[in-house]
């Protein structure tokens, strides 16, 4: 290895996209990751809500080993055994007929090949999508995420074909759905745009809305699916299926996927309409076999529902002055505080905990599934800790 510091080289080379924090990660282990001098830190993000197994998780560590040494990639011109098993076990897992895949290699991406999927379905081109939604950063999936700073830069180039409504507002909602509209794009829970909940009477209401009108109901569950509000899918919670959902994070337990899921009944996407080089490569697919069957073996996303129960009570029981409000599903847990929440996350990090914002003022936890008690404990001191020093 070279004896430059890691901060040093990449401070003179980033892209300069991303807000740094002054921490070099070298080792991930369960739900602890390491620095350069042996520190060790709670990753209460995930590594951004991906290793919901925690970090080099044993069996997503071999099954990543093994098929590195058996087949990397293959085009899907072509069959591939794990590619199969992946589609029948993901089948196996999503409620519904939400059958049909296709694969691809990051959220936006996920985002992107539903906006064209419902566009081909529907023969229409008009999308609804919310107010506080994060739906990615590539021009496609910008055009439906809201903030607008993330897409003024960019106005000339993104699509002008979104609407954004209020969420959890129905009657915004019943304006805005036309018979132009191929699909209706929402968060179960509202990630980035600072840990909403939908409301379940809301997405019925979605459903109902999309049954009338013949658009597609698209339900992104990239941050907040395969467990993490402790049930396999966020809108689940609202006992309703949508037309189609995304998937990414997570998937493949840290090796980068995305895939867009929708009903069998609604057919397949003409040939040559989409398609990605790397999209269900045998690795990526090796890796979420071994994440999903883990999920499912070990019921995470149980342990996700009593843990994040726990967490939430425990959070919410303690009226602290520098909280404004708690709130979250299994364990995508905001805290809204009533002042900035950067300072927040660098005494954290000092503490020894890796968290994340969601907006200026919302502190958001994001473990990953397997973390216990006794580690979720260690959070909250370190929250408290933080949070009286800012007063
Ligand atoms: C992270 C995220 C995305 C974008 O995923 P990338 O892999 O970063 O492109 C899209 N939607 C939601 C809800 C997300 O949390």
Redesign the pocket.
């Known amino acids: 290895m070279i004896d430059i510091p890691a901060f040093t080289i990449e401070d003179q080379h980033t892209s300069g996209a991303y807000p740094k924090r002054p921490l070099t990660v070298v080792r991930g282990q369960g739900c602890t990751v390491w620095d350069e001098q042996g520190n060790a830190y709670i990753d209460a993000t995930s590594g951004q809500?991906v290793a919901l197994l925690g970090h080099c998780h044993p069996a997503v560590t071999s099954a990543v080993a093994e098929q590195a040494g058996t087949l990397v990639t293959c085009p899907e011109i072509f069959y591939n055994d794990r590619r199969a098993e992946l589609y029948h076990l993901l089948a196996s897992l999503t409620p519904g007929d939400l059958n049909r895949f296709f694969l691809c290699n990051?959220?936006?991406e996920a985002?992107e090949g539903a906006i064209k999927v419902a566009a081909l379905l529907t023969g229409r081109s008009q999308i609804v999508a919310t107010r506080r939604s994060?739906?990615?950063?590539t021009l496609g999936?910008l055009a439906l995420t809201w903030n607008p700073k993330y897409r003024e830069p960019f106005a000339g180039l993104t699509s002008n074909a979104v609407t954004h409504v209020t969420y959890n507002d129905l009657e915004a909602a019943e304006q805005a759905i036309t018979d132009e509209t191929a699909a209706v794009v929402v968060?179960a829970v509202q990630?980035?745009g600072g840990v909403y909940p939908a409301d379940a009477e809301y997405l019925q209401a979605l459903r109902r809305l999309c049954d009338e009108s013949g658009a597609l109901l698209v339900t992104?569950e990239?941050?907040v699916g395969l467990g993490r509000t402790g049930r396999w899918f966020g809108f689940q919670h609202a006992d309703i299926v949508p037309d189609m959902m995304t998937l990414?994070?997570g998937l493949a337990g840290g090796v980068p996927m995305?895939a867009v899921c929708w009903r069998d009944s609604l057919g397949p996407i003409p040939g040559g309409t989409h398609g990605s080089t790397f999209g269900g490569n045998p690795l990526a697919c090796a890796a979420a076999i071994a994440t999903l069957t883990t999920l499912r073996d070990e019921q995470l996303p149980d342990r996700a529902a009593q843990n994040g129960q726990w967490l939430l009570d425990v959070l919410q029981s303690k009226a602290h002055p520098a909280v404004r409000e708690v709130r979250g599903q299994g364990l995508i847990i905001g805290i809204e505080l009533r002042g900035r929440v950067t300072p927040v996350l660098k005494r954290l990090q000092e503490l020894g905990i890796l968290a994340l914002p969601a907006g200026l003022n919302v502190l958001r936890l994001l473990p990953p599934l397997i973390i216990n008690r006794d580690e979720l404990q260690t959070v909250i001191d370190a929250v408290w800790e933080a949070l009286d020093e800012q007063n």
Do not use: W
């Open positions: 809500g990051s959220g936006a985002i994060f739906h990615g950063r999936a968060e990630g980035e992104d990239i941050q990414g994070k995305g």
